[in-house]
């Protein structure tokens, strides 16, 4: 049941691939940065102006640079399906974590049920490509494994391969170590350690490859922040400021949607299994941009291991849910699905003009290409690819401190209705870009193709965008 989920997830995620409905945020910027690697060029993706692993440094993502390296069209793919394939790692965990504390069949089953077929899981699994989702089975299996007190010889690649994500996830698995040492020392020693030397060294890195602000800052937005070292004293110098996103209903909304989805009792009966998740959860918890609230977002998809190790852990407690737990899940599964939104992650594009659009710019070896934000997945294989409107405008996201590339796209895909009826400011920048220095070379359908014709001035491409919207150039 689990392998059959996990590859409808993998077969979902591969149709928003070839229907054009991934995004350039994070599709393209991982696919991107991955394959400059892979072709002897640095991490910086014109996507945001910036060096991606300043601000998203992960050792287990760069596991794939070799494959980009030799057959760079697989990359993406691959990742895809090694997301799904981490989810369905979880929905393992809580099988066999379920198993060890001896529940029923019944409730090892709704834990199984709430872990892998809610939309939380369904979203963690197909909404684009990020490293906590890669991390999210590894992260699952370091706190069941232990709990199971595994062999040590095979335990060791688990809390290796979740702190290898990034360093929320790596203080994730010192937590874990923590949470686990007083039954399981040999297993608790080696989490910690894992966790604690891979936090360090990305921690290091952070200090001397300085945050350039491509998530950070806009992120910290309402504590004028440019950087991660001073979000201590900007956050003591104004306590009531940094806390006060705490007071967004859309967050605490998230939050029990969340808990509502493992049915809300069992996993507050076993709340410490939740610690695990805080690190990631610093950001859309005391972060001010909004969108990180939403709950199909992956800022919160840490919380499908660590929810679904208190959900198992609290059903072991609360032998009175014996009898009623398959309804409490179906219950549970059934919330999830009607208060995440169901159109994230979506299959509506009409993909025949994206197609062909991808086609003609596939066919066209140009080093620097600008397109609408669902083609950019499909270009990245290249040095620059911009999503627009930068060049031209500011990011349609809060990108701060963009700078454009050295030189303008040669070739420019945009929708043609766009072009007729402009419906933004940063539309209408890229419609004077287009009529000023490009001409038309091919349509389809709705999408048409303009090549560079002319020398663009430097000041129409270079441009430094702010937090606040009003302070963009």
């Not at 077969?11 to 409905?21: K, N, P, Q, V």
């Not at 490509?129 to 010889?153: N, Y």
């Not at 919330?335 to 025949?352: A, E, H, Q, R, Y």
């Amino acid at each position: 049941m689990i392998v059959l989920v996990g590859i409808i997830y993998a077969a979902l995620a591969l149709l928003r691939l070839i229907r054009f409905d991934l995004s350039a945020f994070d599709a393209g910027i991982f696919d991107n940065v991955l394959w400059r690697l892979g072709n002897g060029y640095n991490d910086v993706t014109a996507i945001t102006g910036s060096h991606h692993f300043s601000d998203h440094m992960s050792l287990l993502i760069l596991l794939a640079v070799p494959l980009y390296a030799v057959v760079p069209g697989l990359g993406l793919p691959v990742l895809i399906i090694a997301q799904a394939a981490s989810v369905a790692l979880v929905g393992v965990a809580v099988w066999l974590l379920a198993d060890h504390l001896g529940l029923d069949e019944e409730r090892r089953r709704a834990a199984l049920m709430v872990t892998l077929i809610g939309a939380g899981a369904y979203n963690a699994a197909l909404i684009d490509i990020h490293e906590v989702g890669l991390a999210l089975g590894p992260l699952a299996l370091t706190a069941v494994l232990a709990i199971r007190e595994q062999s040590i010889r095979s335990y060791w690649i688990w809390p290796v391969l979740a702190a290898a994500a990034r360093i929320d996830i790596a203080v994730s698995v010192l937590i874990v170590g923590l949470l686990v040492r007083g039954e399981h020392p040999r297993h608790g020693r080696i989490a910690i350690m894992v966790g604690a030397i891979t936090a360090t060294a990305f921690g290091l890195w952070l200090v001397l490859n300085p945050w350039e602000g491509t998530s950070f800052s806009f992120h910290f937005a309402h504590l004028g922040i440019d950087s991660v070292a001073e979000l201590p004293g900007a956050a003591l110098a104004d306590p009531a400021a940094a806390l006060r996103p705490l007071l967004d209903p859309t967050m605490w909304g998230t939050i029990v949607i969340w808990l509502a989805g493992f049915m809300l009792l069992p996993p507050l009966r076993a709340a410490r299994w939740l610690l695990p998740a805080l690190p990631t959860l610093i950001i859309p918890v005391l972060g001010s941009w909004q969108q990180a609230d939403k709950p199909h977002l992956h800022y919160w998809h840490v919380l499908l291991p660590m929810l679904a190790i208190a959900t198992a852990v609290g059903l072991a407690r609360s032998p009175e849910l014996k009898n009623r737990a398959f309804y409490l899940a179906v219950a549970a599964v059934a919330v999830t699905w009607i208060l995440m939104p169901l159109f994230k992650p979506s299959f509506s594009n009409d993909i025949g003009d994206e197609r062909a659009t991808v086609a003609y710019l596939q066919g066209r070896p140009a080093a620097s290409v600008a397109a609408f934000r669902t083609l950019v997945p499909h270009i990245t294989t290249r040095p620059v690819v911009m999503q627009l409107p930068t060049p031209f405008a500011c990011p349609t996201m809060p990108i701060a401190a963009f700078v454009g590339p050295d030189a303008p796209p040669e070739l420019v895909a945009f929708p043609g209705a766009v072009l007729d009826r402009p419906v933004s400011a940063a539309d209408e920048a890229v419609v004077t870009a287009l009529n000023n220095w490009y001409e038309p070379v091919a349509v389809f359908g709705r999408m048409q193709v303009w090549e560079l014709t002319a020398q663009v001035p430097a000041a129409a491409y270079s441009i430094t965008c702010g937090a606040n919207p009003s302070a963009n150039s």
